[in-house]
C-alpha cells in the first residue's frame, strides 16, 4: 500500500460508510407515521397545484411551518416523481452537510484530527442516522442552524469577519425553515456566552450584528408577512399561537414527559459514547475548580447543547428530536476528549479515559442482551444475529485494546464498526419486518387501483395512519372522526370508500351505516418494536367499506 493510500484510507472509509448509513436503500420503506408522508403530501401539492407560495395538505392551506422545507423537497419530488426516496432526499444530503460543518468546525479551531473524530461520530449518531432517513425538516433546520453558528463562532475566534456573511444568511434559512425558535435558540446562546466568558464578549461585540440580522429579516420574513396579509387572523392564530405560543406553554397533551426527558434522549443518542461525554464534563468541572481555565471553543461547545436541551426542556410539548441541533456539538465535545486522552496529560483526562474504556463494554454489554432478545423474543432471520455477534466482537476487541494499545488509536474504528452493523443489519432485516406490518399504503393503492375518479374516499379514524393513506391513495380523503356523523357521509348517493379499523364497522353500522367490507388486511397499529417480537398481540385489521344496500332492498330484488 502506498503512503498515498494509506493517507486517504481514512476518508475513503469514511465515505463508503457515510453512504451505507445515508443513503443506501433510502426508499426501501413506505413511509412511516404519521409525519413523514405529511411532509410529502404537503410537498406533492405545491407540485400539482402550482402555488408555490401557499402549503397546501389535502387541498387546505396548511400552517403547521413555513414552506422553505417543502420548497427544498419538492424539487427532486418533481424530477424523480413522489416517491419515498426523492422525499427523503433532501434531509439526507442535509445530514451529510451536518456532518460537514461539524468535520470543519473541528479542524478549524482545534486540529484535523478533531474533526475528523467528530465527523465519524456523528455519522454514526442514532439521531442522524434516523433523520436522515426521515422526510421532515429537522436535519435541513439543524443544517442551517448549525452551519450558521459554525460560520459565526470560526469568524470570531480565527478573526475571519467575512465567514459572518455565510452565517448570517444561513440562521434566516433556519428561520425560514422552522421559525423564531432558530432566533429563540441563538438568543439564549449567545447571551449564556455573553455572561460566562468574557473574551466571547469581547469578540460578540467585533460582529457586524445590525446588518446580520437584517440579512436574517431579509431571507425569513417575507413569507410569514405575505402568509399574514394574504390569511390575517387564520394564518396568524393557526401558525404562531396555535403552533407556536400554545404548543410551547400549553398543556395540550395529558401526562407529557418530565422536564429530565431530553437529558435521557441526549445519553441514548450518544451511545456507545455517552460515559465520554459525561467524563470529559467531569473533567472540565474538575479543572474549573483546580483553577485551570478552559478555552472560548470549549465554553461555546457546552453552553450550545445547553441553550437547546434547556429551552426545549420547558416546553410542555416534547419531541425527541426537537433537541437534535445539539448533536454537533456533542460529538465534537467527544471527539475533544477522545483527543486529549491520546495527547493530554492524565491528570486532566481522568473522567475521559475512564469513559473511553467504557465504550467496549458498552458494546460487550449491548451485544450480548441484544443476541438474548434476538434468540428469545424477536421475530428475524436467524442470519441476523449477525448483528449481535459483531456489536459482542466489536466491545471485546475495544475493551483488550485499551489494555495493550497505549494511546488509543488514532480513530476510534472499532467502535464506529458496530454501530455500523447494527445499522446494516437494521436496513437488511428489521425494515423489511416492519415493511410486513405496514398495511394502510397497500389499501390506499387497492382504493387507486378500484376507485373512478367520481367516487368519494374516506378515513375513519386512522389517527396515526391517515397521512399515510392520503399520500398512496394520491386523491382528495374526507378525514372522518364523529361517530354520529360518519354513517351520513356513507350514505350519500354515490360510490364511497372508506378505510378503517375492522372493530369500528358494528358501532357505524349500529347507527344506520350499510357497510360492505371489500377489502382487508391485517397489520400494526402504530409503530412499534412490539411488532418485532415472535409472541405479539393480536394485529389490527384494517378494511375499506364501501355502502351497501339495505337488505330488506337486496331480498325485494
Same mark, same amino acid.
Given at each position: 500500500m502506498t503512503?498515498r ?9 469514511w465515505s463508503?460508510?457515510a ?5 443506501w ?17 404537503t ?6 397545484? +402550482?402555488?408555490?407560495? $401557499?402549503?397546501?395538505y ?40 451536518? !456532518?460537514g460543518?461539524t468535520?470543519?468546525? +473541528?479542524?478549524a479551531l ?7 473524530? @467528530?465527523a ?7 439521531a442522524?442516522?434516523?433523520?436522515a ?5 429537522d ?8 452551519? +450558521?453558528?459554525?460560520?459565526? $463562532?470560526?469568524?470570531?475566534l ?6 459572518q456573511?455565510i452565517?448570517?444568511?444561513f440562521l434566516g434559512?433556519?428561520?425560514f ?5 432558530a ?15 468574557r473574551d ?14 437584517a440579512v436574517?429579516?431579509v431571507?425569513?420574513?417575507p413569507?410569514?408577512?405575505y ?8 394564518f396568524?392564530d @393557526?401558525y404562531?399561537l ?8 400549553g ?6 414527559p418530565?422536564w ?7 445519553a $441514548? ?7 465520554m461525554?459525561?467524563?470529559r464534563?467531569?473533567d ?6 483546580r483553577?485551570r ?6 465554553i461555546a ?11 426545549f ?5 416534547k419531541l425527541?428530536?426537537?433537541?437534535f ?5 456533542l460529538?465534537?465535545?467527544?471527539a ?17 479515559r ?16 441484544l443476541s ?8 428475524l432471520?436467524?442470519?441476523?444475529l449477525?448483528v449481535?455477534? @459483531?456489536?459482542l466482537?466489536?466491545g471485546? @476487541?475495544d ?11 488514532e480513530m476510534?474504528?472499532i467502535a464506529?464498526a ?5 445499522y ?5 432485516w428489521?425494515v423489511?419486518a ?5 398495511? !394502510?399504503?397497500?389499501?390506499a393503492?387497492?382504493v ?9 374516499v374516506?378515513a375513519y379514524r ?6 399515510t ?5 394520491n ?7 364523529r361517530?354520529d356523523?360518519?354513517?351520513a357521509f356513507?350514505?350519500?348517493?354515490g ?8 372493530t369500528? !364497522? ?8 350499510h357497510?360492505?367490507i371489500?377489502?382487508a388486511?391485517?397489520?400494526?397499529? !402504530?409503530?412499534?418494536g412490539?411488532?418485532?417480537w415472535?409472541?405479539?398481540?393480536a ?5 375499506v ?13
Amino acid at each position: 500500500m502506498t503512503k498515498r493510500l494509506a493517507r486517504h484510507l481514512p476518508f475513503l472509509a469514511w465515505s463508503a460508510l457515510a453512504f451505507t448509513v445515508l443513503f443506501w436503500r433510502l426508499g426501501a420503506a413506505s413511509f412511516w407515521d404519521p409525519d413523514e408522508a405529511h411532509y410529502a403530501q404537503t410537498s406533492r401539492e405545491l407540485i400539482t397545484t +402550482g402555488n408555490w407560495l $401557499t402549503p397546501y395538505y389535502n387541498d387546505q392551506p396548511f400552517f403547521d411551518k413555513p414552506i422553505l422545507f417543502h420548497w427544498l423537497q419538492a424539487l427532486p419530488m418533481a424530477v424523480l416523481g413522489s416517491t419515498e426516496t426523492a422525499a427523503r432526499l433532501v434531509p439526507a444530503i442535509a445530514a451529510l452537510a451536518i !456532518v460537514g460543518f461539524t468535520w470543519w468546525l +473541528g479542524a478549524a479551531l482545534v486540529s484535523s484530527e478533531v474533526g475528523f473524530v @467528530a465527523a465519524l461520530l456523528l455519522t454514526v449518531n442514532p439521531a442522524l442516522v434516523a433523520l436522515a432517513r426521515y422526510a421532515i425538516l429537522d436535519t435541513v433546520f439543524t443544517m442551517f442552524l448549525f452551519g +450558521g453558528l459554525a460560520m459565526l $463562532t470560526v469568524a470570531m475566534l480565527r478573526d475571519r469577519p467575512r465567514l459572518q456573511w455565510i452565517g448570517y444568511p444561513f440562521l434566516g434559512l433556519a428561520t425560514f425553515t422552522k421559525g423564531p425558535i432558530a432566533l429563540a435558540l441563538c438568543a439564549c446562546a449567545l447571551l449564556l456566552l455573553m455572561l460566562l466568558s468574557r473574551d466571547m464578549r469581547h469578540r460578540l461585540v467585533a460582529l457586524r450584528w445590525a446588518p446580520g440580522l437584517a440579512v436574517i429579516v431579509v431571507l425569513s420574513a417575507p413569507w410569514f408577512v405575505y402568509m399574514s396579509y394574504r390569511y390575517k387572523s387564520t394564518f396568524l392564530d @393557526a401558525y404562531f399561537l396555535d403552533e407556536n405560543l400554545k404548543l410551547f406553554t400549553g398543556a395540550r397533551f395529558a401526562n407529557g414527559p418530565p422536564w429530565w426527558f431530553y437529558l435521557q434522549v441526549v445519553a $441514548t443518542a450518544l451511545l456507545p459514547w455517552t460515559a465520554m461525554l459525561v467524563g470529559r464534563l467531569y473533567d472540565d468541572v474538575s479543572g474549573i475548580v483546580r483553577g485551570r481555565r478552559l478555552d472560548t471553543f470549549e465554553i461555546a461547545l457546552w453552553l450550545w447543547p445547553a441553550s437547546v436541551i434547556g429551552l426545549f426542556s420547558t416546553s410542555s410539548f416534547k419531541l425527541d428530536h426537537y433537541v437534535f441541533p445539539a448533536a454537533p456539538a456533542l460529538c465534537l465535545l467527544c471527539a475533544r476528549a477522545w483527543h486529549d486522552v491520546r495527547h493530554g496529560e492524565s491528570i486532566h483526562t481522568r473522567g475521559a479515559r475512564l469513559g473511553a474504556r467504557l465504550v467496549g463494554i458498552v458494546l460487550v454489554v449491548a451485544g450480548v442482551v441484544l443476541s438474548f432478545v434476538m434468540v428469545e423474543r424477536l421475530d428475524l432471520p436467524e442470519a441476523a444475529l449477525f448483528v449481535p455477534l @459483531a456489536i459482542l466482537a466489536c466491545g471485546v @476487541a475495544d475493551a483488550v485494546g485499551w489494555f495493550w494499545v497505549r494511546p488509543p488509536s488514532e480513530m476510534p474504528w472499532i467502535a464506529v464498526a458496530a454501530m455500523t452493523a447494527i445499522y446494516v443489519g437494521a436496513l437488511v432485516w428489521v425494515v423489511p419486518a416492519f415493511e410486513e406490518q405496514k398495511v !394502510v399504503h397497500d389499501l390506499a393503492r387497492w382504493v387507486v387501483a378500484a376507485a373512478e375518479p367520481e367516487d368519494r374516499v374516506g378515513a375513519y379514524r386512522l389517527n396515526r395512519w391517515s397521512a399515510t393513506f392520503r399520500f398512496y391513495v394520491n386523491r382528495h380523503v374526507t378525514f372522518l372522526e364523529r361517530e354520529d356523523t360518519t354513517p351520513a357521509f356513507i350514505e350519500e348517493p354515490g360510490r364511497v370508500y372508506c378505510i378503517m379499523r375492522g372493530t369500528d !364497522v358494528a358501532r357505524l353500522e349500529a347507527r344506520g351505516a350499510h357497510l360492505q367490507i371489500v377489502q382487508a388486511r391485517s397489520g400494526m397499529s !402504530v409503530t412499534s418494536g412490539m411488532a418485532l417480537w415472535r409472541e405479539k398481540s393480536a394485529p389490527t385489521r384494517f378494511v375499506v367499506v364501501t355502502h351497501a344496500e339495505p337488505r330488506h332492498k337486496r331480498g325485494r330484488g
